[in-house]
T-cell receptor
Framework: DVKVTQSSRYLVKRTGEKVFLECVQD?????MFWYRQDPGLGLRLIYF???????EKGDIPEGYSVSREKKERFSLILESASTNQTSMYLC?????????????FGSGTQLSVL | AQKITQTQPGMFVQEKEAVTLDCTYD???????LFWYKQPSSGEMIFLIY??????QNATEGRYSLNFQKARKSANLVISASQLGDSAMYFC???????????FGSGTKLNVKP
């Protein structure tokens, strides 16, 4: 089975801190994604990557950056955390671009910025 | 722009009854895939069912079926014989052919009453 692992389940940070959220997948998937989940808004795409060192902005990239130095690892970076970035962050991966290929999700990181 | 709409923020169903969760989508692409995910209170996203835009038959997976009406652009999830463990958030998602991005609805919170 595919495993997508997010490094932390809960994280508490201070405003202005630099925050790293790490995600690792073990099935050699091409695509990796970072989503943010907020009540009533569903899942919103922050960034995704379709290859090592390749990335594309999603719908809400402001305040975030990403890094994919190795195929299995995709990091989300909050350069200067703000309280409005308090949210659940979900990492996901998928094999390729075929429409029938589903997303495999990590268990999520609940980030609180105080 | 692609859009997924789930108009039911919350629903109640009696145990052992069937329930339909609504999902409509908007795309001009002829080829796309539709997905449903379940998110229990634990936060993990569980893939339930997939329907391709060219599939002639409605998808079924155990107690889950997808009522796909292409002309109406709707992809409703039907859960038969509801169980207490079905209480969760349910998300509808769409992926266009040859695109990496998945688009999610805002979700429906289902509560199954004993």
């Amino acid at each position: 089975d595919v495993k997508v692992t997010q490094s932390s389940r809960y994280l508490v940070k201070r405003t202005g801190e630099k925050v790293f959220l790490e995600c690792v997948q073990d099935m050699d998937h091409e695509n990796m994604f970072w989503y943010r989940q907020d009540p009533g808004l569903g899942l919103r795409l922050i960034y995704f990557s379709y290859d090592v060192k390749m990335k594309e902005k999603g719908d809400i990239p402001e305040g975030y950056s990403v890094s994919r130095e190795k195929k299995e690892r995709f990091s989300l970076i909050l350069e200067s955390a703000s309280t409005n970035q308090t949210s659940m962050y979900l990492c996901a991966s998928s094999p390729d671009r075929n429409t029938n290929e589903k997303l495999f999700f990590g268990s999520g990181t609940q980030l609180s910025v105080l | 722009a692609q859009k997924i709409t789930q108009t039911q923020p919350g629903m109640f169903v009696q145990e052992k009854e069937a329930v339909t969760l609504d999902c409509t989508y908007d795309t001009s692409d002829p080829s796309y895939g539709l997905f449903w995910y379940k998110q229990p209170s634990s936060g993990e996203m569980i893939f339930l069912i997939y329907q391709g835009s060219y599939d002639q038959q409605n998808a079924t997976e155990g107690r889950y079926s997808l009522n796909f009406q292409k002309a109406r652009k709707s992809a409703n999830l039907v859960i038969s014989a509801s169980q207490l463990g079905d209480s969760a958030m349910y998300f509808c998602a769409m992926r266009r052919d040859n695109f990496n991005k998945f688009y999610f609805g805002s979700g429906t919170k289902l509560n199954v009453k004993p």
